[in-house]
């Protein structure tokens, strides 16, 4: 069982990123899945999140509202974060989360750096 996030990088302000969020061993289509970031010296913060396959219900944060889109492609078992418009304050270790009932997995970061 293992969640992956990956697509960050370099990229200059007002540039796009796709994050992904990418199961193996389970079907993501039943776990709610969050997106999360933590830049160096600031507390991790919750960026967007969509609900089990059954709802979809997407949530953002204010911050990035408008501008980050999350959406879920049960054919690749894999949630994206489409990231336009980037600001520098975007630079972090953006994580993933897959949680449903008493189970809980967190996939390793990848690193987004927005460039001014």
């Known amino acids: 069982v293992q969640l992956q996030a990956s697509g960050g990088g370099l990229v200059q302000a007002g540039g796009s990123l796709t994050l992904s969020c990418t199961a193996s061993?389970?079907?993501?289509?039943?776990?709610?899945i969050g997106w999360f970031r933590q830049a160096p010296g600031k507390e991790r913060e919750g960026v967007s999140c969509i609900s089990s396959n059954e709802a979809s219900t997407s949530y953002y944060a204010d911050s990035v509202k408008g501008r980050f889109t999350i959406s879920r492609d049960n054919a690749k078992n894999t949630v994206t974060l489409q990231m336009n418009s980037l600001k520098p304050e975007d630079t972090a270790l953006y994580t993933c989360?897959?949680?449903?009932?008493?189970?809980?997995?967190w996939g390793k970061g990848t690193q987004v750096t927005v460039s001014s």
């Open positions: 061993g389970f079907t993501l289509d039943y776990y709610a």
């Open positions: 989360q897959a949680q449903r009932l008493f189970y809980q997995y």
